[in-house]
């Protein structure tokens, strides 16, 4: 297949993991959905083309690994397990109701495809480095992706991590740091700034850092993994910068961490996703 | 379960570190999957022995206790059967919320090993005394809370927590210790141990508490009072059977912990006792204090930790009955 090609149905992918992720918060009304859209291309691009994963043996030992440590992205992962294949969609309308296997930060007893549990920030670093240890302990050729959000950087135990992984040169792990620029209580830049910037910490750290530019555009995150690929005996981060609430009409402006919008900003932002996925097939 | 009690209150020559070590260098062998993550303290207990004999599977996490918790979730996912190792106040007080929620939570039987419990801490003094650490992992549902007497017990319940697939906590005395067992002394988890029996009252205490009790029983035997002692090395799953059966018999209890009080052994004991059978309960142990910096002998002498002190509670709580 073609590259462009490729790309186009990542494009597609990314949109439908938005619709359905849209829809399962939708149902309840209310969500963590700033954070789960900045990151659908990213997860488009794993899922759709990067990972090596069996959606019937969800704990294949070779399997890629996918931990989302920021953990209240949980419906951006549900949507895009169940298009994958994992469990059917309908079962991740159950988010958040009484006795679910979809509660709002990912766990990995519940949720088939959900590696590592997550939800206490900074948490999820730590336990994907652990398992990237382990794949390399016992010598297979598999990666570990983790994503981090920027306002989840200012837990120390990422930092902690992050000279874990690379005084044992953990080259089977990427690090996606969703730099979305917000956190809850504000501008990542008003309550708790990164000194020379995320990409430059990881670097003084020792990581490979690639930035990419649009961490919203699926042919720039593919290209970024790709070169993460080929970088030996050092872990690789990848700074997305995207948009809290990316594609979302209610959340896109003010990137809020959560929203609770009334129905109609809800049938117009799922109306306005839809229109959009229409438009992206159609290119 | 067969043991051999020694019990002569002599203090044994080798350090009690070497019956974690000693185990997990003959599991290790054995099991390519067992591992053991420190955090800059290989020194102090002797595990550099085992990073010597498996490099690959013993790994120095540095001076980030965090960090070295959530390793040891992360291995346990890719099958691995994990100990991790700090000072008890780190292991429980600093990486609770990881061994909480990235471990037990998530379903990730990891084996958190805290040495230098309680006043054993001694001249690392009150930053580092933890009295409170049994009581942070007995709040973590399912999770087995052990604190062993001596060397023979270190290694034996090194081995059953190492095959036992649950979220565990043992405490570690690292270096001089009383003898209590004979070598190859076995002990099942959750069993406690039947040292003397007695009819006027049951002491039951674990760890450095363990000899003090066989002590006490001496003393009330020349006074020509009966006691039963008990060893619980297990604080979770608790011996609920043998609490009820003893304080049947003996009408009156006397818990004994290197731990505060307000949450530990004896409130554990006492819960089982109160629901079912109501006898007058005594408790030595840590008066809801911080540690301080000392010698372990003045340490115990300050905060009550003593054969004299269990043998005043025995009598407390028989005049009671």
Same mark, same amino acid.
């Given at each position: 297949?073609?590259?462009?090609?490729?790309?186009?149905?990542?494009?597609?992918?990314?949109?439908?993991?938005?619709?359905?992720?849209?829809?399962?918060?939708?149902?309840?009304?209310?969500?963590?959905?700033?954070?789960?859209?900045?990151?659908?291309?990213?997860?488009?691009?794993?899922?759709?083309?990067?990972?090596?994963?069996?959606?019937?043996?969800?704990?294949?030992?070779?399997?890629?690994?996918?931990?989302?440590?920021?953990?209240?992205?949980?419906?951006?992962?549900?949507?895009?397990?169940?298009?994958?294949?994992?469990?059917?969609?309908?079962?991740?309308?159950?988010?958040?109701?009484?006795?679910?296997?979809?509660?709002?930060?990912?766990?990995?007893?519940?949720?088939?495809?959900?590696?590592?549990?997550?939800?206490?920030?900074?948490?999820?670093?730590?336990?994907?480095?652990?398992?990237?240890?382990?794949?390399?302990?016992?010598?297979?050729?598999?990666?570990?992706?983790?994503?981090?959000?920027?306002?989840?950087?200012?837990?120390?135990?990422?930092?902690?991590?992050?000279?874990?992984?690379?005084?044992?040169?953990?080259?089977?792990?990427?690090?996606?740091?969703?730099?979305?620029?917000?956190?809850?209580?504000?501008?990542?830049?008003?309550?708790?700034?990164?000194?020379?910037?995320?990409?430059?910490?990881?670097?003084?750290?020792?990581?490979?850092?690639?930035?990419?530019?649009?961490?919203?555009?699926?042919?720039?995150?593919?290209?970024?993994?790709?070169?993460?690929?080929?970088?030996?005996?050092?872990?690789?981060?990848?700074?997305?910068?995207?948009?809290?609430?990316?594609?979302?009409?209610?959340?896109?402006?003010?990137?809020?961490?959560?929203?609770?919008?009334?129905?109609?900003?809800?049938?117009?932002?799922?109306?306005?996703?839809?229109?959009?996925?229409?438009?992206?097939?159609?290119? | 379960?067969?043991?051999?009690?020694?019990?002569?209150?002599?203090?044994?020559? *080798?350090?009690?570190?070497?019956?974690?070590?000693?185990?997990?260098?003959?599991?290790?062998?054995?099991?390519?999957?067992?591992?053991?993550?420190?955090?800059?303290?290989?020194?102090?207990?002797?595990?550099?022995?085992?990073?010597?004999?498996?490099?690959?599977?013993?790994?120095?996490?540095?001076?980030?206790?965090?960090?070295?918790?959530?390793?040891?979730?992360?291995?346990?996912?890719?099958?691995?059967?994990?100990?991790?190792?700090?000072?008890?106040?780190?292991?429980?007080?600093?990486?609770?919320?990881?061994?909480?929620?990235?471990?037990?939570?998530?379903?990730?039987?990891?084996?958190?090993?805290?040495?230098?419990?309680?006043?054993?801490?001694?001249?690392?003094?009150?930053?580092?005394?933890?009295?409170?650490?049994?009581?942070?992992?007995?709040?973590?549902?399912?999770?087995?809370?052990?604190?062993?007497?001596?060397?023979?017990?270190?290694?034996?319940?090194?081995?059953?927590?190492?095959?036992?697939?649950?979220?565990?906590?043992?405490?570690?005395? *690292?270096?001089?210790?009383?003898?209590?067992?004979?070598?190859?002394?076995?002990?099942?988890?959750?069993?406690?141990?039947?040292?003397?029996?007695?009819?006027?009252?049951?002491?039951?205490?674990?760890?450095?508490?363990?000899?003090?009790?066989?002590?006490?029983?001496?003393?009330?035997?020349?006074?020509?009072?009966?006691?039963?002692?008990?060893?619980?090395?297990?604080?979770?799953?608790?011996?609920?059977?043998?609490?009820?059966?003893?304080?049947?018999?003996?009408?009156?209890?006397?818990?004994?912990?290197?731990?505060?009080?307000?949450?530990?052994?004896?409130?554990?004991?006492?819960?089982?006792?109160?629901?079912?059978?109501?006898?007058?309960?005594?408790?030595?142990?840590?008066?809801?204090?911080?540690?301080?910096?000392?010698?372990?002998?003045?340490?115990?002498?300050?905060?009550?930790?003593?054969?004299?002190?269990?043998?005043?509670?025995?009598?407390?709580?028989?005049?009671?009955?």
């Amino acid at each position: 297949m073609q590259k462009a090609e490729k790309m186009k149905e990542l494009r597609v992918f990314a949109q439908e993991i938005r619709v359905e992720a849209l829809k399962t918060i939708g149902s309840l009304g209310f969500g963590h959905v700033g954070g789960s859209m900045s990151v659908v291309e990213a997860l488009a691009v794993l899922y759709g083309e990067v990972m090596k994963v069996d959606p019937k043996n969800p704990r294949w030992e070779d399997r890629d690994w996918c931990v989302m440590s920021k953990g209240h992205a949980g419906p951006a992962m549900y949507a895009t397990l169940a298009l994958k294949g994992f469990y059917p969609i309908e079962n991740a309308y159950t988010l958040n109701q009484p006795h679910t296997n979809f509660p709002s930060h990912t766990d990995r007893t519940k949720t088939p495809g959900v590696d590592l549990t997550t939800g206490s920030l900074g948490q999820g670093m730590s336990s994907a480095i652990g398992a990237a240890l382990g794949n390399k302990v016992d010598g297979r050729d598999n990666h570990v992706f983790v994503f981090v959000g920027d306002g989840e950087c200012d837990e120390g135990q990422v930092w902690e991590g992050a000279q874990f992984a690379a005084h044992y040169k953990l080259d089977n792990l990427v690090c996606f740091v969703d730099n979305n620029k917000m956190q809850l209580d504000g501008a990542v830049e008003k309550v708790m700034s990164h000194g020379k910037g995320i990409g430059a910490k990881f670097d003084a750290f020792g990581w490979n850092v690639i930035d990419v530019a649009d961490g919203n555009d699926v042919e720039q995150i593919y290209d970024a993994v790709m070169a993460a690929y080929d970088c030996k005996g050092q872990p690789t981060c990848i700074v997305l910068n995207t948009k809290k609430g990316k594609g979302c009409t209610f959340a896109e402006p003010s990137g809020a961490h959560s929203s609770q919008p009334n129905a109609e900003q809800w049938a117009e932002a799922i109306a306005a996703a839809e229109a959009e996925l229409a438009a992206v097939k159609a290119q | 379960m067969s043991f051999t009690l020694i019990g002569k209150h002599e203090k044994d020559s *080798r350090a009690n570190r070497d019956g974690y070590v000693n185990a997990m260098l003959e599991m290790m062998e054995a099991d390519p999957t067992i591992m053991h993550v420190d955090c800059d303290l290989e020194g102090c207990i002797n595990t550099g022995k085992l990073a010597k004999a498996f490099p690959e599977r013993t790994i120095n996490a540095g001076i980030a206790e965090a960090n070295a918790m959530g390793i040891g979730a992360g291995l346990c996912a890719t099958g691995k059967n994990v100990w991790v190792h700090s000072f008890g106040c780190f292991a429980s007080r600093r990486a609770f919320d990881q061994a909480f929620m990235s471990c037990a939570y998530a379903k990730l039987p990891v084996h958190v090993l805290g040495s230098d419990p309680g006043v054993c801490a001694a001249y690392n003094g009150g930053t580092h005394m933890p009295f409170e650490d049994c009581a942070l992992y007995l709040s973590v549902p399912g999770s087995v809370v052990v604190d062993p007497a001596d060397m023979a017990q270190t290694y034996a319940l090194t081995k059953a927590i190492t095959a036992s697939g649950k979220f565990s906590y043992m405490r570690l005395i *690292r270096k001089g210790f009383t003898t209590v067992y004979a070598d190859g002394s076995e002990f099942e988890l959750g069993k406690g141990v039947v040292l003397k029996e007695g009819k006027d009252v049951t002491i039951i205490a674990s760890g450095i508490m363990v000899d003090e009790a066989l002590k006490a029983e001496e003393t009330l035997a020349a006074e020509g009072i009966s006691a039963k002692v008990i060893d619980m090395h297990t604080w979770k799953p608790l011996d609920e059977e043998l609490i009820l059966a003893s304080a049947k018999e003996t009408g009156c209890v006397v818990t004994a912990e290197n731990h505060n009080v307000t949450c530990g052994l004896g409130s554990a004991i006492t819960r089982v006792l109160a629901k079912n059978c109501p006898v007058p309960v005594e408790m030595v142990g840590v008066e809801d204090r911080f540690g301080q910096v000392g010698a372990e002998s003045f340490l115990r002498e300050e905060y009550g930790l003593t054969a004299a002190h269990i043998v005043e509670a025995a009598k407390a709580a028989i005049a009671r009955k």
